[in-house]
Every structure is written in structure tokens, then in C-alpha cells.
């Protein structure tokens, strides 16, 4: 038998909050023992962890302090976050404690000085937070309709916005993306959900798919807008992406974002349970190699192009989880929640992501994520 055990806040471990089900913003120690789920906090913490936690035992530290000193005839004062893991570890005689990669390296090292066994997560800590309940997927939805009103917002300012010498100006002064990025956080923010690092991008700046986009937003050139917010409240993501193009497209540009709504349509076709992630995503290059797009790296000026990243990743507390669209990914479960996110990205002409989200079931899969995909506004 294997006790697992994480130190962190909430705030920090996405774990814990699973455990939690409320913030905690100090460390705090975790212990999941034989289907007990046990907190270790301060009596700062204590009654509002017992009263409203998850957890099926709450212990306030000082108190825990005496009783496993009595146990192991030491002071209080000697008896730290190593001592109560090893007490709890030796009570239910476990073989092991298992910790999670990101588990502070000082607290691992004194574990190990108290010769307690101890072994490394490399895989999912919680490989039970990838299959989504009903409460979590309605928490998923409700961020995915929050990020409606942020491409409302986009999409009626590139709709007003003027063209003058190949630059957009919104109510007489340029929009940037900067100040477009600032609306539709505040218009999430608004809603209860806050969105950090949302992608605004124009021409060569979106073919660096996590640029996040900066100066003068162009006519004609296109635009990605990836809006991923956080809820507030239940620490759920949501994370959509559309592109889009103010002015007049040209023939590469319409044939760039119908290829990669094709594949995105492409990919829906393999999801569904029991099919594997490296599947969909393969379904995706297939269909763009199909249609003449293709991947490689220019030497000379140092860039990849084409499709250049996974096709989707997993969504819940964190915004990448597992499980995942990739080469890599493994099979997929009914109650996964995924994203589907194509994208082609070519300097000089442009680039383009369509993202949407969907839970996998028994035969197919549901969105959870719904906006238009008309991309020209003239």
C-alpha cells in the first residue's frame, strides 16, 4: 500500500484545490491514505477546512504536534511536516509515499533523511481529476459562455473599427491589441472569470501560437483571439479560440482558415471513447498534408511553420491536463474534456486557430463550447 501526500496551497497545486474543494493560500499537507482524504492545516485554517473542505479528516497541526510527539517520544517543537508524514506513514504501515514531481525539493530531502520511503509521480498525481463529473462539466461550460462575451466584444470592435492606412481605429484611436485584450478580460472579469495572457494576435505575430500580441491591430491581416479564463468561484477553465480578419481576405487567407476548419472537423470525426489521442491527432496532420500544408523548419530565419503544436489537451482546474491530442496521447476515456485546437502558421501569409471544447462519450463526443465561425468583417 502507497499513502499519497502533497504539500501546497491551493492557490499553487490545482491537486489540492481538487482535494480541497475551497482555497486554502498557505501550504498546507495533503494525505490520501486507504480512501481517507486527510488535511493537516493551521489553526488559522482549521474550522473553516473542517466546516467546508472535502476532506474526510482535518487536523490542526499544533494539536497533530503533541500527539505524534507523545508517539514518538519527541518535543513538539521537534515534530515538523516530515515527522507527521512519517507518523501517518508508519500507523497504516504503507510501503511507500508516493509524492508529485512538482513536490518541494527542502521537504523531499528531509524525508529522505528520515529514511522514509519515498517515490516520484512522473504520470497525472490525481489520474482521477481526467474523468470529469456533472458538476465539473457545467463548471466547464459556464467559463466556455463567459468566453462568448469576450468574442462579443472582439468581433462588434473589429466590426465598428475604421480602416485607415492598413490600421484599425476604434472611436477615433488606434486598437491595439493591447486595449482589445483589455476589453474582453474585463468583460470575463465581469462575469466572475479571470482571464490572464489572452492571445490578441495579427499577422506574423500570431504564427508564434502563444504570442500573446502587442501594437497596432492591421486591416486585411489575420487575427487570432484565444480567451481561456479562469473561474473565480470554482477554479474551473474554460478556453476557446476564433480568428478573424478586418477588411478584404485574400485567396491564401480563405484557403489557410477553410483547411483548418477542415481538420478540426476531422478530428471530431475519431473522438470518442476507447480511440487514442495520438488517433485525432493524426486525423489533423493527415488532413492538412492532404490539402498541401505542410510542417517543416525555414534554416535560414530560424522558424517552424505549418502545424506546429498538439492538436488539444485536456481542460479542468488547469488549463493543459491530461489527457492530450498529441503523438503521445493515450486512449480516451467517456468524461474527458478536451480541446480541439488545429492551426497553421505561415510568416507572410498568416495564421490561423479554431479551438472549441468537448466532453468524449461512450460514441462520440458534446461540445461544450459554442460561438459562430464567421471570420471576415468587412
Known amino acids: 500500500m502507497k499513502i499519497k501526500c502533497i504539500y501546497a496551497s491551493t492557490d499553487r497545486s490545482s491537486d489540492a484545490f481538487y482535494l480541497s474543494g475551497i482555497t486554502v493560500p498557505d501550504s498546507f499537507l495533503s494525505l490520501l491514505i486507504c480512501g481517507r482524504k486527510i488535511a493537516v492545516v493551521s489553526q488559522l485554517e482549521y474550522a473553516r477546512v473542517k466546516a467546508h473542505s472535502k ?37 497504516v504501515r504503507a510501503e511507500s ?11 523531499s530531502h528531509s524525508l529522505q533523511s528520515l529514511k522514509l520511503p519515498i517515490e516520484c509521480s512522473d504520470e497525472p498525481f490525481l489520474k482521477e481529476r481526467a474523468v470529469k463529473n456533472k458538476s465539473e462539466i ?54 466572475g472569470f ?3 495572457s489572452t492571445i490578441v494576435a495579427c499577422g506574423n505575430q ?6 500573446v500580441g502587442a501594437g497596432a491591430l492591421k486591416a486585411n491581416e489575420l487575427i487570432i483571439i484565444d480567451i481561456f479564463p479562469r473561474c473565480k468561484k470554482s477554479g474551473y477553465y474554460g478556453d476557446m ?6 477588411g478584404v481576405a485574400s485567396d491564401e487567407q480563405k484557403a489557410l482558415v477553410s483547411a483548418v476548419k477542415n481538420a478540426q472537423n476531422e478530428a471530431f470525426l475519431k473522438i470518442k471513447q476507447r480511440v487514442k ?7 489533423v496532420v493527415a488532413s492538412f498534408e492532404k490539402q498541401g500544408y505542410h510542417t517543416g523548419q525555414d534554416l535560414k530565419k530560424d522558424f517552424f511553420y505549418g502545424f506546429i503544436h498538439s492538436t488539444g489537451h485536456g481542460l479542468g482546474l488547469d488549463i493543459h491536463e491530461s489527457p492530450s491530442l498529441s503523438p503521445k496521447g493515450t486512449y ?28 468524449v462519450t461512450q460514441t462520440g463526443y458534446q461540445k461544450l463550447s459554442k460561438y459562430p465561425y464567421q471570420w471576415l468583417i468587412r
Not at 489521442?277 to 486525423?283: E, F
Open 241 to 246: 479560440t476564433r480568428t478573424f480578419l478586418k
Open 55 to 91: 476532506f474526510s479528516e482535518v487536523y490542526e497541526i499544533n494539536a497533530l504536534r503533541k500527539e505524534v510527539g507523545n508517539k514518538m517520544n519527541l518535543k513538539p517543537s521537534r515534530i515538523g511536516v516530515p515527522e507527521i508524514i512519517s507518523y501517518f506513514q508508519k500507523s
Open 277 to 283: 489521442g495520438s488517433t485525432v491527432h493524426a486525423s
Open 206 to 211: 500570431a504564427c508564434d501560437p502563444h504570442q
Open 138 to 191: 457545467a463548471h466547464i461550460r459556464a467559463a466556455n459562455k463567459a468566453i462568448v462575451c469576450g468574442f462579443d466584444v472582439a468581433k462588434s470592435a473589429l466590426a465598428h473599427a475604421k480602416i485607415k492606412n492598413k490600421k484599425l481605429y476604434l472611436d477615433g484611436m488606434l486598437l491595439t491589441s493591447e486595449r482589445l485584450r483589455d476589453a474582453i478580460d474585463l468583460s470575463v472579469f465581469e462575469r
Open 194 to 196: 479571470i482571464a490572464q
Open 97 to 107: 509515499v508516493l509524492i508529485p514531481y512538482d513536490f518541494p525539493s527542502g521537504l
Open 332 to 359: 480516451l476515456k467517456a468524461g474527458h474534456v478536451i480541446t480541439v485546437e488545429p492551426g497553421l502558421y505561415y510568416p507572410n501569409v498568416g495564421a490561423c486557430r479554431i479551438e472549441d471544447v468537448v466532453l
